[in-house]
């Protein structure tokens, strides 16, 4: 079973805080006992010493039995709580008032009393004779006659008697109610700390949700608001939120320009199938009327043919050249050039068709030696030369196809920019019909909705490749707004 992340953290809390309260209190009771031990040795620290200086416990170096029977009497009956033992100077317990069996060593060790003798830090546990392992605290003293040590008197301080009512004491209800105090603690601290991570885990599972929604979604609004914390939790819902928008944006984009793409290919397959059919109806017509045509006919009928099939040659150029660029298999080759004189040789490529078509053909330069530009008349840039060809020519074809007898087409040169900016503007102006409003959105993201015009020989990718070839250059073509009569196309390139 999977457990959710609220649950891992209840549980582990839930852990540290138990072990925790358990180690405090047993920390806390340790210690007391530690400090009341060390009060009660301090305390106690002279008693042997002033029961040798009072009474005489030896003669003539031995033991006085009568003094010493007559003390340990004594001792007991003023201070239950305490055991006096006489030990000898090697450790054996040579006197003492306990019960029979009820000492369980006859020996113990007397490097705690040299210690404690000698002025050591307190708390000091020596060997409880009453037990075979235990330790308690102590008080000594020795008895020399002589400047000879002939043993010690032993004054263990908690004795049994002691540690039988210290048990009555933690069974009373003032232990009991600190008990339970302690525990009430432990509870508290838990249910605040489940509460704190119930908060926190909440935020974190809204924005589960989130991601979870936007998931199932992928390019849809993401539920609920945005979350207004500053904390690391609000900063990756912000974070979130900024990336599903940018994906979001993505998706969009992409399904956007997949339709175009289906567009495009339902077009480029009409505009193919259009020739094509025309060029084999011919075709099979010359087959099939071979000996009833005559030569006029012939000829006619081959010249349709031969028109249809370059136009489906140009179109398949087009695609080819556009799958390319839109691929990045070719990529622009930067040189410095003239470009007035790159735009005469493009202009004497149509001035024959211009001709025919009575359309005259114009250009414009800045006048030589102006302002700023004392040698702009060459108008140097850097480009890749075949491409910006390219470009030129699939405006001034389109301007020449839309423009009716008796029009202009004008391609003009200027510098623009400052400094480390500085750019050449291009701008090809016609005066034929214009492109309507409707359609200018479209313009650059289809194959061209102006292809439909009589004679064309274009498939409408043209826009679209001179869009591609000024991206790969880093500059864009731009259609100039407002009404009035012709196009004007506009671009720039970085001048060299």
Request: charged share 20%; proline share 5%; aromatic share 6%.
């Amino acid at each position: 079973m999977t457990r959710s992340l609220y649950a891992r953290l209840a549980l582990v809390f839930a852990g540290l805080t138990l072990v925790c309260g358990g180690f405090t209190a047993w920390l806390f009771m340790a210690t007391a006992e530690r400090h009341q031990q060390e009060v009660l040795q301090r305390l106690s620290r002279d008693l042997a010493t002033h029961i040798t200086g009072h009474t005489e416990l030896v003669k003539q170096l031995k033991w006085n039995r009568p003094a010493i029977d007559e003390l340990f009497h004594m001792l007991m009956v003023v201070n239950p709580g305490i055991e006096v033992y006489l030990i000898k100077a090697d450790g054996h317990i040579d006197a003492h008032v306990a019960p029979p069996g009820a000492v369980k060593r006859t020996h113990v060790d007397v490097t705690p009393i040299r210690a404690f003798l000698s002025g050591a830090p307190l708390p000091l546990r020596g060997d409880d004779p009453r037990s075979a392992a235990g330790q308690k605290i102590f008080s000594a003293a020795p008895f020399t006659q002589d400047g000879v040590t002939m043993g010690y008197l032993y004054v263990i301080l908690a004795g049994e008697a002691y540690d039988r009512l210290a048990a009555d004491v933690r069974n009373s209800q003032a232990m009991s109610t600190a008990t339970w105090l302690m525990g009430g603690l432990t509870l508290l601290t838990l249910s605040a700390g489940l509460l704190a991570f119930a908060l926190i885990t909440r935020r974190l599972r809204a924005l589960s949700q989130t991601v979870q929604a936007f998931d199932a979604s992928q390019s849809a609004p993401l539920p609920g608001p945005a979350r207004t914390s500053d904390d690391e939790i609000g900063q990756l819902d912000h974070a979130f939120r900024q990336m599903a928008a940018r994906i979001g944006a993505q998706v969009g984009e992409l399904k956007r320009q997949d339709q175009l793409r289906r567009e495009m290919v339902a077009n480029i397959s009409h505009d193919l199938r259009t020739p094509l059919t025309a060029l084999q109806g011919y075709l099979e017509t010359l087959s099939l009327k071979a000996g009833q045509v005559n030569d006029t006919e012939r000829a006619q009928y081959l010249d349709v043919a031969l028109r249809q099939s370059r136009k489906v040659a140009r179109l398949a150029q087009e695609l080819f050249e556009l799958a390319k660029l839109e691929c990045e298999v070719i990529q622009p080759q930067l040189e410095a050039f003239s470009l007035p004189e790159l735009v005469n040789d493009v202009l004497q490529k149509f001035a024959h068709a211009a001709r025919e078509k009575q359309v005259s053909l114009r250009v414009q330069l800045p006048e030589s030696g102006a302002e700023g530009h004392p040698d702009a008349d060459p108008l140097p840039v850097r480009a890749d030369l075949g491409m910006i060809e390219r470009v030129l020519t699939n405006l001034i074809d389109n301007a020449l196809r839309h423009t009716p007898a008796g029009g202009q087409i004008e391609l003009a040169l200027r510098h623009a920019g400052e400094g480390t900016a500085q750019h050449v503007e291009v701008c090809v102006a016609d005066s034929g019909s214009g492109v309507p409003d409707a359609l200018r959105g479209q313009l650059f993201e289809r194959p061209s909705p102006l292809r439909d015009g009589q004679g064309r020989t274009s498939g409408g990718l043209g826009l679209l490749i001179v869009k591609r070839i000024l991206s790969l250059h880093g500059s864009q073509i731009q259609l100039d707004p407002g009404a009035g009569v012709g196009a004007r196309f506009r671009f720039a390139l970085p001048a060299a």
